[in-house]
């Protein structure tokens, strides 16, 4: 079965900084996505940025960028110049690109913006 | 498009009685979902569906729970009894061709059940 593990229950990180939340995963799959979704406290999920895991390239979404080491299983967010409006929980989350797109989520880490 | 629709957005009930979540999913996906958070478990999945047809319900916590989604546009999760640990954020979301690659899901809002 697959699972997903964020390490870091909270961050914090000063307005205008960069911070990186930590992901891994494990899979026995080759052939795979994996996604950032933020959760606000209106807790609507939001989806951040995505990884197809044969692309070799790191996706990035404007501020956010993703450092996929697919060897490590690891899929870290960066998220550069921070805004308050960052403030929220973020979830890491995978899903075999088989017909069945089911998502296993990690537990989430919440990230505070502070001025 | 407006989304995934979920309603109630709020619901508060008293043990024993029954509780029924709706959703309502982007027009043309075929893939509907259906995940509990709670601060314990995390976000689970509860259930999915595949052109109406329940797919996988291995995370039906028990015979409690039911869903159905009589057609592509509607589906409901029902709690009978409820029982004070239902209480949860349950969402519902969606994916297909349509909005990006097939595994891209869309959340509703989600609903908050408060079970007394």
């Known amino acids: 079965a697959q699972t997903v593990t964020q390490s870091q229950p909270e961050m914090s990180v000063q307005e205008a900084e960069t911070v990186t939340l930590s992901c891994t995963y494990d899979?026995?799959?080759?052939?795979?996505?994996l996604f950032w979704y933020k959760q606000p406290p209106s807790r609507q999920m939001i989806l951040v940025i995505r990884?197809?895991?044969?692309?070799?390239q790191n996706a990035t979404e404007n501020r956010f960028s993703v450092n996929f080491q697919k060897a490590a299983k690891s899929f870290s967010l960066k998220i550069s110049d921070s805004q308050l409006g960052d403030a929220a929980m973020y979830f890491c989350?995978?899903?075999?690109?088989?017909?069945?797109?089911?998502?296993?989520f990690g537990t989430g880490t919440r990230l505070q913006v502070t001025l | 498009d407006a989304g995934v629709i979920q309603s109630p957005r709020h619901e508060v009930t008293e043990m024993g009685q029954e509780v029924t979540l709706r959703c309502k999913p982007i027009?043309?996906?075929?893939?509907l979902f259906w995940y509990r958070q709670t601060m314990m478990r995390g976000l689970e999945l509860l259930i999915y569906?595949?052109?109406?047809?329940?797919?996988?319900d291995s995370g039906m916590p028990e015979d409690r729970f039911s869903a159905k989604m009589p057609n592509a546009s509607f589906s409901t999760l029902k709690i009978q009894p409820s029982e004070p640990r239902d209480s949860a954020v349950y969402f519902c979301?969606?994916?297909?061709?349509?909005?990006?690659?097939?595994?891209?899901?869309?959340f509703g809002p989600g609903t908050r059940l408060t079970v007394l």
């Open positions: 990884q197809e895991a044969y692309k070799q």
């Open positions: 979301a969606s994916s297909g061709r349509t909005g990006g690659p097939r595994n891209e899901q869309f």
């Open positions: 989350a995978y899903s075999f690109t088989g017909t069945a797109s089911k998502l296993t």
């Open positions: 569906f595949n052109n109406n047809v329940p797919i996988d």
């Open positions: 027009s043309g996906h075929d893939y």
């Open positions: 899979t026995s799959e080759s052939d795979y996505y």
